[in-house]
């Protein structure tokens, strides 16, 4: 067990609730760099092993106001500005004309932001990781529920993390080698 | 068992057969995709809509041959099948985004087992939807010029034309329907990929899946992102068929210059959309077994959103008579009269008995928990929708203002061929889709299980 060789400790359980509790135990004793993997989204989990702050929402308002302030102002560039038609005796800049390509585009830039930032967010796509390592973590997008303790975690080493997730009860223990 | 999954004969039907396990429902829903091999039937589905959607391309190639002299519009009727096909598809791909996004915000759980192929019909009723404008524009290698870009003409769109909104509404619509659908995809990928065993298959759901695996931290940024798409959605696909009705309300045409327009095309598009819902719904549970999945319950709450929605459309067509006759304009009076009794009193006394009489059939309860009434209704309603559409854009045209310029209008044997061949083409995406993708979303119908709920201590 040579730490430098190591990712991490992963912990394996049955059941959400399991897990829930294993994450905030590990929370609780003072192991930081960790997470945690399951099959489908449980509500408080994130918030169990310290992620507080979800940046999403901000990334799609800015991206919101980008876009409408975008599509506002193209079209009073386009029809007022670079090539003022007159159409129908109405004035160049019509803008309640404006306003459905206005929401139109906020709604385009704030909805790919969403996709695009989340992603970006998460690191994502990234094809490899090292917990893929481990064989029955195939098992996390199916029915498992795993935890994870990183050996970048300064309360890590190896023996004693063992043991302590020992103590959680998981089904099984494997390394994760980086 | 827990409340909610009591099947006493008086409570309501599950939403998922009791029983199930995160396992057990993985694997049914993965099988399909990656044991199950593909059928005899469904080689034949596929070979009679792959080659109407090849009529679609032969039509279509006559058609950049020829100009559109070979359809049958021609003044007065500028606008005829190619329009009344695009609002048709458009309407249908409303459903989708209503169950994916407004059902998801109002929190109603059964929507899961059949939102993924709802999006799926709506990317692939766009992307019917789609062609029709573009080819119908006359030239429709300049279609680009639908789109600000600089050209050395040095003119822009004319942005205050519901024509240029429409543009910018439905490729935004398509955009976000698309990436809707793909970041629902990005888990069950991941399962597919864990799944397969095929070397190709592991790579192609590998990349699909974006590496995913299913981190709290990027489950908490996923679902934070799905509910903002879903919030931003909905108002999008109200504004979308809102738009599509301005190109006609915006005109002065009788039959067109309504304000009633916008809330009845949004309700008529949501009842064409929920109707094809149920067509491919029944066929598909039956076929692949997942009538556990897709429940009574769901059948009944789809035949109750189109009650709903068809009496709005009834509403408006009630308003559109009376205000034929309140507003005391004799052009709205002579509109109204002309539907009734005019040459196309035919298809507009079948628009009134398939989308208003025979769907009151479902407020039988029996019929309403009865796959087959359902099916058939549900065909009823599409083809009413159809007309509807027909009614709209040329019964209004066909005789405005003046005598002098009144005229007929007469589909050609290429209007019907690129109709038909647009079904085609999106039977031929739902068939491929069934095959190389869940078609119920899989880690969403795990967090319906009892066993997906978190215990306190």
Known sequence: ?178 | MDEQYKTTVDAQAPVIEPGYTFGTVTEKISAIVLTRPASNGWFMGFGVAFMLTMMLLYAIGYLFLKGVGIWGVTIPVGWGFAIVNFVWWIGIGHAGTLISAILLLLRQSWRNSINRFAEAMTLFAVACAGIFPAIHVGRPWLAYWLFPYPSTMGVWPQFRSPLIWDVFAVSTYATISALFWFIGLIPDMATLRDRATHPIARIAYGMLSMGWRGSARHWHRYETAYLLLAGLATPLVLSVHTVVSFDFAVGIVPGWHTTIFPPYFVAGAIYSGFAMVLMLAIPIRKIYGLEDFITELHLQNAAKVMLATGLIVAYGYGIEAFMGWYSGDRYDAFTLWNRLHGPYAIPYWSLLICNIFIPQVLWIRKLRSSPVALFLVSGVILVGMWLERFIIVVVSLHRDFLTSSWGMYYPTRWDWMTYIGTIGMFLAAIFLFVRLLPMISIFEMRTLLPEAEVKGE
């Open chain 1, 1 to 178: 067990m040579k730490r430098e060789r190591m990712y991490g400790m992963m912990a394996e359980f049955d059941s959400a609730t399991a897990l829930v509790e294993a994450a905030r135990r590990t929370h609780q004793a003072g192991y930081k760099k960790i997470d945690a993997y399951s099959p489908f989204p449980i509500e408080g989990l994130a918030e169990e092993i310290g992620f507080h702050h979800d940046e999403v929402p901000l990334v799609v308002l800015i991206g919101g106001i980008i876009g409408g302030c975008t599509g506002y102002l193209m079209q009073y560039w386009m029809s007022a500005v670079d090539y003022p038609l007159n159409i129908g005796g109405k004035p160049p800049h019509s803008w309640p004309a404006f306003i459905v390509i206005t929401f139109e585009m906020t709604i385009l830039f704030a909805g790919i932001s969403a996709v695009f930032g989340m992603l970006a967010l998460n690191g994502l796509p990234m094809p490899y990781h090292p917990v893929f390592n481990v064989p029955r973590f195939a098992l996390a997008s199916k029915d498992r529920f795993f935890l994870i303790v990183f050996s970048s975690d300064p309360k890590f080493d190896p023996a004693g993390t063992f043991d302590f997730l020992q103590g959680l009860e998981p089904r099984s223990i494997s390394e994760v080698p980086s």
